[in-house]
């Protein structure tokens, strides 16, 4: 009788056991949630506040490295060296690159003067088409390892889904009623693939990863009024005074906006208000 029980305690386990999932930035957290469900428990490796370029692991987060099933990798800066790592210490885990599938483009670091590109932009989920190719990553990757619940990740991808395009028609509205300028200015060139997705133009601030030198910012300030900038965009992560002096000559507010932020699609729509001068 005792090995009956126990035996139906271990295979009730392992029915109703969880995926054990990582993921490297907020936004992925957000999109995992809305895909597995109570069937996935999730561990996020860059904490609020922290830089995904310059991120360490602590030790509690190697311990829940140790334990997972599965690393859904979005290819942020700290990945590159961390991920082999991760892979020593569970060669079990399976690594997902949730990438796959997007264009990738260059980061321009400095619009005026001359553009300069330092490598693959990492901000690939700033736009609705990008987080569609997403979230269909993770969803086949949550039924290669639990295909008896197949249909539960794919009825929660069509929801998903239709949320994310619904935040799509929402900005294309909103950036309808632009009637100048789709221009608008950033310190850190963060929104690329927005600017792209939407035709509109990402001014940065940043030169080479650092604050405008007075020539670079007089440079800067004159091309913003040329081009009718209604705000500039800076992040919690870095420092904002180079914008704020921007923003005094040029009257406009200094809005700040992190693009890991956890409500991604909050954050795209109150961006396009922003331009379109509806905030």
């Given amino acids: 009788m005792f090995k009956i029980t126990l035996l139906l305690l271990l295979l009730t386990s392992y029915i109703f056991s969880n995926i054990n999932a990582i993921v490297s930035i907020l936004p992925q957290q957000t999109f995992l949630k809305a895909l597995g469900g109570d069937k996935v428990n999730i561990s996020l490796m860059v904490q609020p506040g922290n830089s995904p370029h310059t991120y360490e692991p602590k030790p509690s987060q190697m311990m829940a490295v140790a334990k997972a099933d599965i690393y859904f990798a979005i290819d942020v800066e700290f990945e590159h060296v961390w991920l082999p790592k991760f892979q020593s210490l569970n060669s079990q885990m399976n690594i997902i690159d949730i990438a796959d599938g997007v264009e990738k483009m260059h980061m321009v670091q400095a619009h005026h003067e001359h553009d300069e590109h330092k490598g693959e932009d990492p901000h690939i989920w700033t736009t609705p088409n990008n987080v569609e190719i997403i979230a269909k990553n993770i969803c086949k990757a949550l039924i290669d390892v639990d295909k008896a619940n197949a249909d539960y990740y794919k009825k929660n991808l069509d929801t998903f889904i239709n949320s994310v395009q619904q935040t799509d028609t929402q900005i294309k509205e909103i950036l309808s009623t ?19 997705e939407y035709n509109l133009t990402q001014i940065a601030a940043e030169v080479e990863g650092k604050s405008p030198k007075p020539r670079e910012l007089v440079n800067l300030i004159k091309e913003a009024k040329e081009e009718k900038v209604k705000a500039i965009f800076t992040q919690p992560e870095f420092s904002d005074s180079a914008a704020k002096i921007i923003a005094n000559e040029l009257h406009i507010p200094v809005v700040k906006v992190s693009p890991m932020a956890p409500n991604w699609s909050e954050n795209l729509v109150n961006i396009a208000k922003t331009i379109a001068g509806q905030n």
């Fill in 178 to 196: 632009l009637k100048q300028s789709r221009t608008f200015m950033v310190f850190h060139p963060s929104w690329g693939y927005f600017a792209k």
